[in-house]
């Protein structure tokens, strides 16, 4: 969009599966060249730090988008972390009326985004004393691991009620009970992906009082993060007022849809003509972006 405007003449994306060793490389790369701004995912709460303040250093506008850091000068760019997790804790603790045995299925321990999200369902399930966590392992945000993992955890609490979980591991803990389709489902919580919302109507053909929840972690944070970067550029004050997050350095945006059985219906109908790997999302417009800066 901007380089059709003739705003800007490149955009480099250094990209890949990496550990924290990894994406300092990539950083170093893109310092290296002079870039004007950098967006990054980043893959651990305090192992870039001194990396960012690097570019900081030499004048790069610096955006960590999804997740939260304490590093001063870097804004943070996405949802609420927390909050997100403790929208489905709170709903999934409810629905098992206080009280039951769970199991919990993480992404990757130390992940920023993994820590802010795992803090706030702790919060949640210590109002709950009744709610006993019986086990917790990590699924590696990755849907064949998290199916394996709720395989394990069925096998080995037959008098399990509940689960809590996130992402594309969803899907796979969803798989995992439909396959062993115990007498009693326990009951869990998904995330705001086609895939899931299709494989939860099919669940409901197994089970009729089948219910879940979706909370939305929209991708459109990066693009949003990319308007807000060149926002910056152009000069404009973030009017830090606007901010929010546990340092006061984050654009919290808004989640893009909460599905439950009430609404799965109009969720579905944001599916129609979208890939199984579409997450229901949003981009915040120019206008909107406006809205966090001095005016």
């Keep these: 969009e901007y380089m059709d405007k003739g705003v800007a003449n490149e955009l480099v994306i250094e990209s890949a599966d990496t550990d924290v060793a990894g994406q300092i490389q990539q950083l170093q790369n893109l310092i290296a060249k002079n870039v004007d ?9 305090n192992g870039l730090n001194a990396t960012l303040l690097e570019a900081l250093n030499k004048g790069i506008i610096v955006i960590s988008v999804d997740q939260e850091l304490n590093v001063p000068g870097v804004y943070n760019v996405g949802i609420d972390q927390k909050a997100w997790a403790m929208t489905s804790a ?17 992404g990757f321990p130390g992940h920023p985004a993994n820590v802010a999200r795992m803090n706030g369902v702790d919060e949640v399930f210590a109002k709950y004393p009744d709610i006993k966590v019986l086990a917790k392992d990590t699924g590696k945000w990755d ?49 705001g992906r086609c895939q ?19 909370v939305a972690n929209h991708p ?11 926002t910056m550029l152009m000069g404009k004050k973030v009017n830090t007022s606007k901010l929010g997050g546990a340092n006061g350095l ?18 579905l109908k944001m599916c129609e003509g979208k890939p199984d790997a579409y997450l229901l999302d949003s981009i915040l417009t120019d206008a ?8």
């Design 220 to 230: 459109g944070v990066s693009p949003t993060g990319l308007r807000i970067a060149y």
């Design 288 to 295: 909107e972006v406006q809205a966090y800066f001095v005016k």
């Design 250 to 267: 984050s654009f919290v945006l808004p989640v893009a849809a909460v599905i439950t059985k009430e609404n799965l219906a109009d969720g």
């Design 196 to 214: 899931y919302l299709k494989l939860w109507q099919e669940a409901l053909t197994m089970k009729p009082d089948f219910e879940s929840i979706a």
């Design 90 to 106: 709170e709903w999934l603790a409810k629905k098992l009326g206080g009280k039951g045995e769970i199991v919990e299925i993480e």
């Design 37 to 45: 701004a950098i967006l990054v995912n980043p893959g651990d709460v």
């Design 143 to 191: 849907e064949a691991t998290g199916q394996q993992v709720m395989s394990n955890f069925l096998a080995a609490y037959p008098t399990l009620t509940g689960y809590w979980t996130q992402d594309g591991m969803a899907i796979g803990a969803l798989q995992a009970v439909m396959a062993a389709n115990p007498a009693v489902w326990p009951q869990g919580v998904g995330e």
